[in-house]
């Protein structure tokens, strides 16, 4: 009994307690893998395979350590309603790790065969897998220097995100959030070096680094001052644009439905909504 009760919980809770990894099946793959800007990754697993119960926690600690710039995902393809889906992607081995980057955006939906996709072929431990996924992150964010920062802070479309940083490069996470936010808001970073400290500082006082800074269409400037974490950045940025992807956006609140089992796709979570919509029209009405 307690052999067939182990057996049980292999097969259909292999990442249920990960809060970060959405299982997925054929009804909620596309709507998660395909129908978003952001890279995702994929593990395509059997329970009852030693490698995949190797890999398990290594697997949780990466997407723990990057599902701040990524989406993790895994099918359990020794489950019948999914077989189809593991034939589909031509899965011969356990586990394969598949990573799905979408097409540059165009202000459109991705569509499925717009995305690439390729194999993890690297070491199965965390910190190799999160090196390599930081590495497919699409980046939206433009390079501001002192040639041209004076027409990034004077906008005249959309209001724009300027990270003043002392680094050279583009924090992942920074990445992601100007994918949460395409089309509403344009980001921007400026490396503040002690040669251009004073120029810079003609436009922004540059009190600490790094810094985030919103130009509204106004104009006028807004620090963030709240810690250094994706959702608490997005949410005071929703102040100034609106978000179509992560955790403040319709899908991420979809994610969080599918995460605990509330949906089994987007169109499950837009008949609810609806639904909850209507009888609360309905409730007013009798008011």
């Not at 974490?229 to 940025?237: G, M, S, V």
Request: glycine share 6%; net charge positive; with cysteine.
């Amino acid at each position: 009994m307690l052999v067939l009760f182990f057996l049980v919980s292999l097969a259909y809770a292999f990442y249920d307690n990960s809060k970060h990894i959405y299982e997925l099946t054929p009804k909620s793959f596309d709507d998660v893998i395909y129908k978003t800007n952001h890279t995702s990754v994929v593990e395509f697993y059997a329970p009852w395979c030693g490698y995949c119960q190797q890999f398990k926690s290594h697997y949780i600690k990466a997407a723990q350590a990057s599902s701040d710039v990524a989406q993790y995902a895994a099918v359990n393809c020794d489950l019948p309603e999914n077989k189809k889906l593991c034939n589909e992607y031509r899965i011969e081995g356990f586990p394969t790790i598949l990573v799905f980057r979408p097409p540059k955006w165009t202000g459109k939906i991705t569509k499925k065969n717009g995305h690439s996709s390729e194999i993890y072929r690297g070491e199965r431990i965390a910190s190799k897998l999160t090196e390599f996924v930081k590495g497919r992150v699409k980046n939206y964010v433009k390079r501001i220097n002192a040639r041209n920062i004076a027409s990034f802070v004077a906008p005249e479309d959309k209001p724009r995100v300027l990270l003043l940083t002392s680094k050279t490069s583009i924090s992942p996470m920074f990445k992601a959030l100007a994918i949460d936010f395409l089309g509403s808001l344009e980001f921007g970073y400026l490396t503040v070096t002690d040669e251009i400290r004073s120029e810079v500082e003609t436009y922004i006082d540059v009190k600490r680094l790094p810094q985030i800074v919103v130009i509204d269409r106004e104009g006028s400037f807004h620090k963030y001052e709240g810690p250094t974490e994706r959702t608490a950045i997005a949410k005071f940025l929703g102040n100034f644009g609106e978000a179509e992807d992560g955790e403040t956006s319709e899908r991420g609140t979809f994610l969080k439905g599918l995460k605990k089992g509330l949906y089994k796709s987007f169109r499950d979570f837009k008949k609810s909504r609806a639904g909850k919509s209507k009888s609360a029209k309905n409730h007013r009405d009798e008011l």
